[in-house]
């Protein structure tokens, strides 16, 4: 290898298989981790000083026990983190340290090429430097191929120990730092979280009502630890566990799960944050992509519409699915006339002019078309709340179209509500009862660009104004 880090000659090039071990126990090696092992021509151990010695013994046990051939193995001291140094700067110059020591050691043990292996704790994917590394590497004009043999991780021997599912049934998972719980608090939208790489007590930090832990230290190992329970009550056991351990050995690797309950009678609050995203993003779209929307969303869309509430449980809406190419056509001529009707009874010619530019609809553009009615005689609901305010019927298809809405927000499919239309010119166009009301003509499908700002607002046609300005009292 020359000088400036490049192997000698112009064909040589670097195999490296990062292999992962697991958490620590031999027996949780894969029948690939072997075979890439005895595979390899030198297989390279991190040495992080004496305080960890016990992981470079597990290490050299492994190999021992794994290796059948030649291979050779060879320690090498890891540069430690700047712990004084700001979080993200420490870490670049800690990963350009560990990969200049990575280079030495290929120049000194491959420098004509070949298969190295480095074998990595739980899995190469999760929460590990090494695939990073290993890029700088290539960055920096080595020719080298990576191939990663996956491994047990230590989130899956954690669930595995306390014999729990890593999430709720049909539930997200977060997957953070110590750092940055710490330094956040708990992630809005989710209510498990799995917590890695935390220098001791970031729970220490939140509200433990309604908390779950299950901690895990030195999993797969034979000193392994395990900790359950309400955070209230065993949190502090759990810094005072740590804190010992981590003196006894010099080192400590842990890691747990926090599992927020739901409080009875109160709406989940995992739902707040996201509902709030859905309402945010939900926009009136006009530009649309061609991607077509699945029949399955649709129906997704229907049923949830479906679940809006409605006066005395009337369930007066009733729903037509454009189809028919003409038919569609017909409805854009249509809006179209009297888009410019409306821009031509516009007495400021500014206005016009601003009015003009807009696009009004997606009726040629958008996948799929539906105009939505209110039954105004529905043999559901018995009359029940609409003697006096029949408008209430109106009022729950409403309610209905703003559930598909939100809806299709949450599984970013687009829609616009086009109103610059004659009702019982549509109404007659779509051959539908005579007792039936047009509410809206909609426009369905993938926003060719998502927003959270309206598009008038966006175009400068008109602003949010405050809600305070909204509300009156008496």
Same mark, same amino acid.
């Given at each position: 290898?020359?000088?400036?880090?490049?192997?000698?000659?112009?064909?040589?090039?670097?195999?490296?298989?990062?292999?992962?071990?697991?958490?620590?126990?031999?027996?949780?090696?894969?029948?690939?981790?072997?075979?890439?092992?005895?595979?390899?021509?030198?297989?390279?151990?991190?040495?992080?000083?004496?305080? %960890?010695?016990?992981?470079?013994?597990?290490?050299?046990?492994?190999?021992?026990?794994?290796?059948?051939?030649?291979?050779?193995?060879?320690?090498?001291?890891?540069?430690?983190?700047?712990?004084?140094?700001?979080?993200?700067? +420490?870490?670049? +110059?800690?990963?350009?340290?560990?990969?200049?020591?990575?280079?030495?050691?290929?120049?000194?043990?491959?420098?004509?090429?070949?298969?190295?292996?480095?074998?990595?704790?739980?899995?190469?994917?999760?929460?590990?430097?090494?695939?990073?590394?290993?890029?700088?590497?290539?960055?920096?004009?080595?020719?080298?191929?990576?191939?990663?043999?996956?491994?047990?991780?230590?989130?899956?021997?954690?669930?595995?120990?306390?014999?729990?599912?890593?999430?709720?049934?049909?539930?997200?998972?977060?997957?953070?730092?110590?750092?940055?719980?710490?330094?956040?608090?708990?992630?809005?939208?989710?209510?498990?979280?799995?917590?890695?790489? /935390?220098?001791?007590?970031?729970?220490?930090?939140?509200?433990?009502?309604?908390?779950?832990?299950?901690?895990?230290a030195y999993l797969g190992m034979a000193q392994q630890t395990l900790i359950a329970g309400p955070l209230r009550a065993v949190g502090q056991e759990i810094v005072l566990r740590r804190a010992a351990l981590r003196r006894e050995h010099g080192w400590i690797m842990d890691i747990y799960l926090l599992r927020r309950s739901l409080v009875q009678n109160e709406a989940p609050r995992r739902f707040e944050t996201?509902?709030?995203?859905?309402?945010?993003?939900?926009?009136?779209?006009?530009?649309?992509?061609?991607?077509?929307?699945?029949?399955?969303?649709?129906?997704?869309?229907?049923?949830? %519409?479906?679940?809006?509430?409605?006066?005395?449980?009337?369930?007066?809406?009733?729903?037509?699915?454009?189809?028919?190419?003409?038919?569609?056509?017909?409805? %854009? /001529?249509?809006?179209?006339?009297?888009?410019?009707?409306? !821009?031509?009874?516009?007495?400021?010619?500014?206005?016009?002019?601003?009015?003009?530019?807009?696009?009004?609809?997606?009726?040629?553009? !958008?996948?799929?078309?539906? +105009?939505?009615?209110?039954?105004?005689?529905?043999?559901?609901?018995?009359?029940?709340?609409?003697?006096?305010?029949?408008?209430?019927?109106?009022?729950?298809?409403?309610?209905?179209?703003?559930?598909?809405?939100?809806?299709?927000?949450?599984?970013?499919?687009?829609?616009?509500?086009?109103?610059?239309?004659?009702?019982?010119?549509?109404?007659?166009?779509?051959?539908?009862?005579? /007792?039936?009301?047009?509410?809206?003509?909609?426009?369905?499908?993938?926003?060719?660009?998502?927003?959270?700002?309206?598009?008038?607002?966006?175009?400068?046609?008109?602003?949010?104004?405050?809600?305070?300005?909204?509300?009156?009292?008496?």
């Amino acid at each position: 290898m020359s000088g400036n880090g490049k192997l000698r000659g112009a064909d040589i090039v670097i195999d490296l298989h990062l292999i992962g071990i697991g958490t620590g126990d031999p027996a949780q090696l894969t029948d690939a981790a072997r075979t890439a092992m005895n595979a390899a021509d030198l297989i390279l151990l991190p040495r992080k000083g004496e305080r %960890a010695s016990d992981l470079m013994a597990l290490r050299r046990a492994i190999c021992a026990a794994v290796l059948t051939g030649p291979t050779r193995v060879v320690a090498f001291d890891l540069p430690e983190r700047d712990a004084a140094a700001p979080y993200h700067a +420490a870490v670049e +110059a800690w990963h350009d340290g560990i990969a200049a020591a990575w280079r030495t050691q290929i120049s000194t043990h491959l420098p004509d090429g070949g298969r190295l292996a480095l074998l990595v704790w739980g899995d190469p994917s999760l929460y590990d430097s090494t695939l990073r590394i290993a890029e700088r590497l290539r960055a920096g004009g080595m020719d080298m191929r990576v191939r990663v043999v996956p491994g047990i991780t230590a989130l899956q021997a954690l669930t595995a120990a306390h014999a729990i599912p890593l999430n709720d049934l049909a539930a997200p998972v977060l997957i953070t730092t110590g750092r940055r719980l710490r330094d956040g608090g708990w992630p809005a939208g989710v209510d498990t979280l799995a917590v890695m790489l /935390d220098g001791g007590g970031a729970f220490e930090t939140l509200d433990t009502e309604g908390i779950e832990i299950w901690w895990g230290a030195y999993l797969g190992m034979a000193q392994q630890t395990l900790i359950a329970g309400p955070l209230r009550a065993v949190g502090q056991e759990i810094v005072l566990r740590r804190a010992a351990l981590r003196r006894e050995h010099g080192w400590i690797m842990d890691i747990y799960l926090l599992r927020r309950s739901l409080v009875q009678n109160e709406a989940p609050r995992r739902f707040e944050t996201g509902l709030t995203d859905v309402l945010q993003w939900r926009r009136d779209v006009r530009h649309f992509r061609a991607e077509p929307v699945a029949e399955a969303d649709m129906q997704h869309l229907l049923h949830s %519409a479906a679940l809006a509430p409605s006066v005395g449980n009337a369930q007066p809406w009733r729903f037509v699915r454009v189809r028919s190419p003409d038919l569609r056509e017909a409805l %854009a /001529d249509h809006v179209d006339t009297c888009s410019a009707a409306a !821009a031509a009874s516009l007495a400021d010619e500014d206005i016009r002019q601003r009015y003009r530019r807009l696009k009004l609809h997606g009726l040629r553009e !958008a996948p799929e078309i539906m +105009a939505v009615f209110s039954d105004e005689a529905p043999s559901a609901g018995k009359r029940l709340g609409i003697a006096t305010m029949p408008e209430a019927l109106r009022y729950s298809t409403v309610m209905a179209i703003h559930t598909m809405w939100l809806a299709a927000a949450a599984r970013g499919i687009g829609l616009g509500w086009v109103s610059i239309l004659d009702p019982s010119v549509v109404t007659a166009m779509l051959d539908v009862p005579g /007792d039936w009301t047009l509410i809206g003509l909609l426009c369905i499908g993938y926003p060719a660009e998502p927003a959270t700002v309206p598009e008038l607002e966006r175009r400068g046609w008109q602003a949010r104004e405050p809600i305070a300005d909204r509300v009156i009292e008496r």
